[in-house]
């Protein structure tokens, strides 16, 4: 099944990729989401962009849809009671494992595969993943039993909209030309589809913005780096703490000045109250170059983290400095999570935060800031969500 499966995921990447241009570009001109225009449609019910109404719109495959549309479709589900930017789906656990079987695929395989895509999208009509997943179950049920080929043509149409939806806004190049999602599930989803694959993540702020960079390995469209914008998913992430003076004006956790290397260790790492403690913290007077192959070299015992807070360059010829936090994780629970609170008051007051999805034992540059980030609070350091 593992073949098969492959097989239809390059045959929707052709067909994606075929209205494209020699750069990578999707055929679609750009525009930003106007935020402010969305949330306001999306609740108004004599709207002609009322999200109920796009939600049937987009059932019935409208092919009369508009960019702003289908914007006002997929953004406005930021709007949304219950919205949740790291949302994950049980249900696409199911179906991976069905679609990662050795044998080839049942009747009942592909039934499920669709009934539990439905079941997304029943929750969440704009999530691109669940139709992608739904055009996969039907492909297998045509390709081995005669499936219902114009429901799988549906299927593949709607992914496809949404797909250039998010398109629709840039093609990633720059942060001018970032590509906005509201979910960073779908920053992998976006990259996947293209036939990228990820060297390194970086969390970045620029022009009041917020961007996950991607530096992306060798590829045929020459792409060396990958911006989405996640204003949305930061502005939702920090509302959380809009009310709560103590973290807008308190460091209360590992307080970090500009310029320092700092060493935490997991104490009882096999205990579920286990905790990170500070072993050593100590002046890095120059600024950096973030050079995986030499200065995040350096042996890291295990369960402990070291960390970086200093000013960096991404390359010896690159004369652009950024504030930034590298990790260098060695950690046996793979994953580790915290919260980042950054002030540009040297004296350490008025904190906003920012946003981490986790991070993968090794060196990861996890995030980067201009250089008027002096003071970094990292709060709550744990190895679970």
Not at 31 to 42: L, M
Not at 48 to 72: G, I, M
Not at 82 to 108: C, S, V, W
Request: proline fraction near 4%; charged fraction near 20%.
């Amino acid at each position: 099944m593992k073949k098969l499966v492959v097989l239809i995921t390059a045959l929707l990447l052709m067909s994606l990729t075929h209205a494209q241009d020699a750069g990578g570009t999707a055929i679609v001109g750009y525009t930003t989401p106007n935020y402010e225009q969305i949330k306001k449609d999306c609740a108004d019910k004599h709207s002609f962009r009322y999200y109920p109404n796009l939600v049937k719109r987009f059932a019935a495959v409208d092919t009369s849809l508009q960019v702003e549309d289908l914007q006002t479709f997929y953004y406005g589900q930021a709007f949304l009671d219950g919205y949740n930017p790291y949302q994950r789906y049980d249900e696409f656990d199911q179906i991976l494992a069905i679609m990662h079987k050795d044998e080839a695929p049942t009747i009942e395989d592909t039934r499920m595969i669709v009934k539990l895509a439905n079941t997304v999208i029943a929750k969440n009509p704009a999530e691109p993943m669940a139709y992608y997943y739904k055009f996969v179950g039907q492909s297998m049920a045509c390709e081995y039993f005669g499936g219902d080929t114009a429901g799988m043509q549906q299927s593949q149409l709607q992914f496809q909209m949404l797909f250039y939806t998010i398109a629709s806004t840039g093609n990633g190049t720059s942060p001018e030309l970032a590509m906005h999602v509201v979910n960073t599930s779908h920053e992998y989803m976006m990259m996947g589809m293209y036939g990228f694959q990820m060297k390194e993540q970086v969390l970045m702020s620029y022009n009041g913005s917020n961007y996950d960079m991607f530096v992306i390995d060798t590829n045929e469209y020459g792409v060396d780096t990958l911006y989405f914008n996640i204003d949305r998913i930061v502005g939702v992430w920090s509302s959380l703490f809009a009310d709560n003076e103590e973290v807008k004006d308190t460091a209360t956790g590992l307080f970090l000045e500009l310029g320092e290397r700092f060493v935490l260790e997991l104490k009882k790492p096999k205990r579920k109250d286990s905790q990170f403690v500070l072993v050593s913290k100590e002046r890095v007077g120059d600024t950096l170059v973030c050079d995986r192959d030499s200065l995040f070299r350096e042996p890291v015992p295990k369960n402990q983290v070291v960390g970086y807070f200093c000013p960096m360059r991404l390359s010896e010829d690159d004369e652009t400095v950024f504030n930034c936090l590298v990790f260098i994780s060695n950690c046996r629970k793979r994953w580790l999570y915290y919260d980042t609170y950054i002030s540009t008051d040297e004296n350490g007051k008025n904190f906003t935060p920012t946003s981490n999805n986790g991070m993968p034992r090794g060196v990861l540059m996890n995030e980067m800031w201009p250089t008027n980030v002096k003071i970094l609070n990292i709060d709550n350091i744990r190895t679970k969500k």
